[in-house]
């Protein structure tokens, strides 16, 4: 069975400080897809991006950099400079080689950025 | 915006009573999901689509059923809703070669 655990529950910085959240997963699967999303207080969820398990390159977008390590089984998210709206609960996510219907989330680490 | 509507957005009804949430796109997605969200559980999904009148189960599908008789809509039902299924249900579509899945704005159901 798949599983995404994010330890972080919840997590508070002061803005400009860089922050990490940690996703850690399970999975049998040798062919996978990783994915962040994040869910402002509005309370819709915004897909951030999407890694498949043959690509262990870092990504960057702006101030948003991820970090994909097969040999720990971890997905990690930096945010670099945070800014108050970065304040949000983000979700770490797995799925299967095919459709979605195994698609496993973790249960989110709410990062609060006080100015 | 993967063009996707929910409706109703709130709702608020009693125990015993059914209730139906729908999901609709624009944009004419094969696969479609129903996923509740609580507390300390993340996302989790309820049942899934494939294709009109082609659905299935998911971790979470017990008390609740689905139909989609058109590609645009997916309809998730509460046969005889209980406080336990009070939560936020999110519609979601697979976009991509990815599995990417877009989600629409949910759905935050109270039942009393």
């Not at chain 2, 998730?76 to 999110?90: D, G, N, R």
Request: proline share 4%; charged share 20%; glycine share 8%.
């Amino acid at each position: 069975a798949q599983k995404v655990t994010q330890a972080q529950t919840e997590i508070s910085v002061v803005e400009k400080e860089d922050v990490t959240l940690d996703c850690v997963y399970e999975t049998r699967d040798t062919t996978y897809y990783l994915f962040w999303y994040k869910q402002p207080p509005s309370g819709e969820l915004v897909f951030l991006i999407r890694r498949n398990s043959f690509d262990e390159q870092n990504e960057i977008s702006g101030r948003y950099s991820w970090n994909f390590q097969k040999s720990t089984s971890s997905f990690n998210f930096t945010i670099t400079a945070s800014q108050v709206v970065d304040s949000a609960v983000y979700f770490c996510a797995l799925s299967g080689p095919y459709n979605n219907n195994d698609m496993r989330f973790g249960a989110g680490t709410r990062l609060t950025v006080k100015p | 915006d993967a063009g996707i509507t929910q409706s109703p957005r709130h709702k608020v009804t009693e125990t015993g009573t059914p209730v139906t949430l729908r999901c609709h796109q624009t944009e004419n997605h094969r696969y479609m999901y129903w996923y509740r969200q609580d507390p300390g559980h993340g996302l989790r999904l309820i049942h899934y689509s494939y294709g009109v009148k082609d659905t299935d189960k998911g971790e979470v599908s017990d008390g609740y059923s689905v139909s989609r008789s058109k590609t645009e809509d997916f309809l998730l039902t509460l046969e005889s809703a209980t406080s336990s299924q009070t939560s936020v249900y999110f519609c979601a579509i697979e976009q991509g070669t990815g599995n990417e899945q877009f989600f629409g704005p949910g759905t935050r159901l109270t039942v009393l």
